[in-house]
Structure formats: structure tokens, C-alpha cells
Antibody, heavy 115, light 108 residues
């Protein structure tokens, strides 16, 4: 059974940093690209970042480019999102999801940016 | 970036209704559109990929159609368990990929 489990969310002050993790199981992690997608409270879905299976291709939404860094450790079956210079508008539930189509999603980890 | 405009933003429906919702792309995206269902408090679930391909286990009352800039998701015989927010996603070319704003189905 494919499972994606996010962690690392929490309350953080504006301007600070936070690192999210997503541990994958039930499939060969190193064969698949991975995504981060977020959802602000009561709002719609926003694609955030993508990393290819071997980390050769990385893309970001304009809203996070230069502040967020997606990475992965295939030996640990883990996807990461390093978030810096956080803003209140980054407050959201952050999901990791496997490749396209997005057939597998985690349950999300909540990031709240507030002073 | 390609903008995906979903309509309507909400619909009040009854069990048994035929429901049609739309997604319009700001440029040609071919058939590179998926549809997702999100129930309250849950992660989104894939319904349709490649504009018209039903994902494994999705009931056949869900049908996707369209190409180019105009896409439609139809629920032929609305069930109570279909109450949710539905999102389209375009993934033409390289990212950024963009979701529509969602269509919320509510009971009359």
C-alpha cells in the first residue's frame, strides 16, 4: 500500500525557516517524481514544487521561488521542503503527492506563519 | 502561466441530478487536465486523468471530456457521497502546473 506521511509543520514567526519532510512507503520511491502542494485554510489547492526521480529537474511556483527548496533522499525514501523567509501567506496545509497524475497524496502537515 | 478558471464556484444539487462543471484554460493545454475530488477534512483524490480517463475504482457516473481550452466534468447520477469540492489541474509543458479555483457541490 502506497503511503505518504508528512511532518515538520508548526507555528513559526514571519521571516523564519521551517523544513518539511514526507516519508514514502509501498512503492519504489527512487522511480517517481514528487510534488509539494499546499492549501491555505478554506482556500483551493496550489501546486508548490516538483522534483524528478533523480533530482535532475526541479521546478517551483513563482510565489515560492527563491525562498523554498525541494530536495529528496532516495536512500531514506524521503522528500523535503526547506522553507525560508516565511510569510503569513505561506500559512497552509502542505501535502506531498506522487508524480502525475496525482494519484497518491499524504494527509498534510499544517504550517502557520504568525507572530 | 496558464490560468484555469472553474465554473460555477458552487452548485446546489439534489441526489439523482446530472451535474456538469467546467474548467477553462487561458491557453491550449491539449488533454493535459486532471480532475480531483476533495471531501471536507480529506486529501484530494484523483478522479479523471488526461481529460477523459477514469482512474481505477472511480464510479462510471463520473465522466471527463474536453481538449484544448475547455474541459467538463459530469456526474450523471449525483449521489450523497459525491458532495465535495472538485478541482481541475493543468500540466501542459513543464511546471508551473495550475489548479482551478474549485467547484463546491452542496445539497439543496
Amino acid at each position: 500500500e502506497v503511503q505518504l506521511v508528512e511532518s515538520g509543520g508548526g507555528l513559526v514567526q514571519p521571516g523564519r525557516s521551517l523544513k518539511l519532510s514526507c516519508v514514502a512507503s509501498g512503492f519504489t520511491f527512487s522511480n517517481y517524481g514528487m510534488n509539494w502542494i499546499r492549501q491555505a485554510p478554506g482556500k483551493g489547492l496550489e501546486w508548490v514544487a516538483y522534483i524528478s526521480s533523480g533530482s535532475s529537474y526541479i521546478y517551483y511556483a513563482e510565489t515560492v521561488k527563491g525562498r523554498f527548496t525541494i530536495s529528496r533522499d532516495n536512500a531514506k525514501n524521503t522528500l523535503y521542503l526547506q522553507m525560508t523567509s516565511l510569510r503569513s501567506e505561506d500559512t497552509a496545509l502542505y501535502y506531498c503527492a506522487r508524480e502525475l497524475p496525482l494519484a497518491y497524496w499524504g494527509q498534510g502537515t499544517l504550517v502557520t506563519v504568525s507572530s | 502561466n496558464t490560468v484555469m478558471t472553474q465554473s460555477p464556484t458552487s452548485m446546489f444539487i439534489s441526489v439523482g441530478d446530472r451535474v456538469t462543471m467546467n474548467c477553462k484554460a487561458s491557453q491550449n493545454v491539449g488533454t493535459n487536465v486532471d480532475w480531483y475530488q476533495q471531501k471536507t477534512g480529506q486529501s484530494p483524490k484523483l478522479l479523471i486523468y488526461g481529460a477523459s480517463n477514469r482512474y481505477t475504482g472511480v464510479p462510471d457516473r463520473f465522466t471527463g471530456s474536453g481538449s484544448g481550452t475547455d474541459f467538463t466534468l459530469t456526474i450523471s447520477n449525483m449521489q450523497a457521497e459525491d458532495l465535495a469540492v472538485y478541482y481541475c489541474l493543468q500540466y501542459n509543458y513543464n511546471p508551473p502546473w495550475t489548479f482551478g479555483g474549485g467547484t463546491k457541490l452542496e445539497l439543496k
